[in-house]
């Protein structure tokens, strides 16, 4: 089955630039998603289409795409940016279809 | 603005089906352009996509839990189900609907509702 693998945590000093990766073998051909999660909410969607911001979401948070492996680089950290992180992407290959997430990042603001 | 709402018993007995419905509001079931989706998250833990339905009701199933889900729509009354049976303790999660774009991205979520699994 298609797995995606991100770290389970990133810590980072408020003001510093946080990156988090997540690997899948089919990203090259899938675009990746990044969720936000903080404890007792909803994911919210940061980035869609491994690059793209939502409105509403700050211009700090970016992603970009390199071969099997997709970033969520958020710069100028603050500390209510500490929350956890999961990428999603889709897997449509042969007969099958699913959706699939990371096991998330917890991001730790110093 | 899009709203979606979780409903359905809080606690379930091991070996019986869990049902919850999902309450749209801001658009429709029956919009073409959009997947309506379930999604779980067991205590502490990640993300599982358990499946989704669109407006001609064609739907996709996690193959992990294919055999014992069902997800269905309800354009009477703009929502749709999902029955989960043969539950056990590992089902406990928090349970999320959602509508998922025809990229397969979630941007708008309910704010999820929790089952537990126990005698």
Do not use: M
Request: aromatic letters at 12%.
């Amino acid at each position: 089955s298609y797995e995606l693998t991100q770290p389970p945590s990133v810590s980072v000093s408020p003001g510093q630039t946080a990156r988090i990766t997540c690997s899948g073998d089919a990203l090259p051909k899938q675009y990746a998603y990044w969720y936000q999660q903080k404890p007792g909410q909803a994911p919210i969607l940061v980035i869609y289409k491994d690059t793209e911001r939502p409105s509403g979401i700050p211009e700090r948070f970016s992603g970009s795409s390199s071969g099997t492996t997709v970033t969520l680089t958020i710069s100028g950290v603050q500390a209510e940016d500490e929350a956890d992180y999961f990428c999603q992407s889709a897997d449509n290959s042969g007969t099958n279809f699913y959706v699939v997430f990371g096991g998330g990042t917890k991001l730790t603001v110093l | 603005q899009v709203q979606l709402q979780e409903s359905g018993p809080g606690r379930v007995k091991p070996s019986q089906t869990l049902s919850l419905t999902c309450t749209v509001s801001g658009d429709s079931v029956s919009n073409g352009d959009y997947f309506w989706s379930w999604i779980r998250q067991h205590p502490l833990k990640g993300l599982e996509w358990i499946g989704y339905i669109n407006y001609s009701w064609t739907s996709y199933y996690n193959p992990s839990l294919k055999s014992r889900v069902t997800i269905s729509l309800d354009t009477s009354k703009n929502q749709f189900s999902l029955k989960l049976s043969s539950v056990t303790a590992a089902d406990t999660a928090v349970y999320y609907c959602a509508r998922g774009s025809a990229r397969h991205y979630f941007q708008h979520w309910g704010q999820g509702t929790l089952v537990t699994v126990s005698s």
